[in-house]
């Protein structure tokens, strides 16, 4: 799975990266070096502008852990921040958005755990990697909104809009540390992955990248991520690996 994650790039380089033509600078993220669950986070996706009917490529935040629209309340969100590539065209959570709710979020790369035995006088604890190409990664993802029935449907806080990443099953040199790992789009790709009218199963699932054996590096990080609270780049600092399973 993918549990956390990091995000550093300004939202203007993501703007001019993927060809954004809406974003709001009020709403621009800090650079985030340890995402959560349920954080918000960057996404490009394409909507229909209600206006002129035309598709808009926009630049949005959302919230980490996607509560489908049917949900009758927005407790399960954090259970829901991945979804498994191999089913998610049959899942209720997840059919409809993959048919035509779709983005990228990107990443500089995620933080998986593998469990270090108690020795030498330490107790066990779970030893964070942070796996990354070594460039951005555009992360498949859905999103969807959800309503607040409770609030007027003019109040802003009456919707809510969240997103899940997809996964697969990790390659050799990821599935050292978890054997699942997002899928990412290629550049090339991402015109077709947003676009919402392009609904055909087939050809959506083969837009969606594992990044071949070789492209992920991996290398242990301090414990201090472990933390959802730690942020900054010291937690992307080499650390020893007692697992010898790093790059």
Request: charged fraction near 25%.
């Amino acid at each position: 799975m993918c549990g956390r994650f990091v995000s550093t790039t300004e939202p203007g380089d993501l703007v001019a990266l993927l060809d954004v033509a809406r974003w709001n600078p009020t709403e621009a993220l800090a650079p985030s070096w340890n995402v959560a669950p349920t954080d918000p986070i960057p996404a490009v996706l394409e909507r229909v502008d209600h206006d002129t009917g035309e598709v808009v490529r926009q630049l949005r935040t959302l919230r980490w852990g996607l509560v489908p629209s049917w949900a009758k309340d927005r407790s399960g969100a954090a259970r829901l921040i991945n979804a498994r590539s191999e089913t998610v065209d049959q899942k209720p959570s997840f059919r409809k958005a993959f048919a035509a709710r779709r983005c990228v979020i990107p990443a500089d790369g995620y933080y998986e755990w593998r469990p270090v035995p108690a020795g030498d006088g330490r107790k066990a604890y779970k030893q964070p990697y942070f796996l990354s190409t070594g460039e951005l990664m555009l992360m498949a993802g859905l999103y969807e909104f959800w309503r607040d029935a409770s609030l007027p449907e003019d109040d802003p806080a009456a919707w809510l809009a969240t997103a899940t990443i997809l996964t697969t099953d990790a390659t050799d040199s990821a599935g050292r540390v978890h054997d699942r790992m997002p899928l990412t789009i290629t550049r090339q790709d991402v015109d077709s992955w947003l676009d919402p009218a392009h609904s055909d199963r087939a050809d959506l699932h083969h837009l969606l990248h594992r990044p071949a054996d070789g492209d992920i590096l991996v290398r242990a990080v301090p414990t201090a991520v472990n933390r959802v609270a730690e942020n900054g780049p010291q937690l992307l600092a080499e650390a020893p690996d007692p697992l010898g399973i790093a790059d």
